[in-house]
T-cell receptor
Framework: SQTIHQWPATLVQPVGSPLSLECTVEGTSNPNLYWYRQAAGRGLQLLFYSVGIGQISSEVPQNLSASRPQDRQFILSSKKLLLSDSGFYLC?????????????FGEGSRLTVL | GQNIDQPTEMTATEGAIVQINCTYQTSGFNGLFWYQQHAGEAPTFLSYNVLDGLEEKGRFSSFLSRSKGYSYLLLKELQMKDSASYLCAVMDSNYQLIWGAGTKLIIKP
């Protein structure tokens, strides 16, 4: 069966510090991968998605970046965090192609920037 | 622009029935999803509608009317564990998901 894991689950970082969130998927190949951010009381905001290794699409201009060094690994990074980067970050995968598009989410990472 | 509207919060009584509405305006339509999200946790898939009508899955049902840009999620025999946020999302013509802000459902004994 397919599983998705992301870490760390919780982190508190000072403004200006770097960030690295990692996500891995097991049990499937060539998944579509996504990074979302969820702010309190707001819908899920798509940050990045990837349909293959090295293929990253950015939906929102910001100080975040994403990389996909391996087929089932997706990394969200920042060189210098801003206060506005605080939020709940979710990694997700889907089967790709014109299927139903059901997303399977990781456990989430709660980031607090102080 | 693309827009998904759903109520911010609803309250219902344990054992009762509640209907959560979702209206959408998107560029194209390739299906509508409902997800459940407990506080502090990731969303989990509940239902998918791409054709008009009602899809029933146990205590949960989801309805879609494409001509009206409207869907609802119906929860029957409410249990305390159903207290959660319910997210409506529409897949547009580019197969991208557009998300609503979610409806927080509070269940009272």
């Amino acid at each position: 069966s397919q599983t998705i894991h992301q870490w760390p689950a919780t982190l508190v970082q000072p403004v200006g510090s770097p960030l690295s969130l990692e996500c891995t998927v097991e049990g499937t190949s060539n998944p579509n991968l996504y990074w979302y951010r969820q702010a309190a009381g707001r819908g899920l905001q798509l940050l990045f998605y990837s349909v293959g290794i090295g293929q990253i699409s950015s939906e929102v201009p910001q100080n975040l970046s994403a990389s996909r060094p391996q087929d089932r690994q997706f990394i969200l990074s920042s060189k210098k965090l801003l206060l506005s980067d605080s939020g709940f970050y979710l990694c997700a995968w889907s089967g790709g192609g014109k299927d139903t598009g059901e997303l399977f989410f990781g456990e989430g990472s709660r980031l607090t920037v102080l | 622009g693309q827009n998904i509207d759903q109520p911010t919060e609803m309250t219902a009584t344990e054992g009762a029935i509640v209907q959560i509405n979702c209206t959408y305006q998107t560029s194209g339509f390739n299906g509508l999803f409902w997800y459940q999200q407990h506080a502090g946790e990731a969303p989990t898939f509940l239902s998918y509608n791409v054709l008009d009508g009602l899809e029933e899955k146990g205590r949960f049902s989801s309805f879609l009317s494409r001509s009206k840009g409207y869907s609802y999620l119906l929860l029957k025999e409410l249990q305390m564990k159903d207290s959660a946020s319910y997210l409506c999302a529409v897949m547009d013509s580019n197969y991208q998901l557009i998300w609503g802000a979610g409806t927080k459902l509070i269940i009272k004994p």
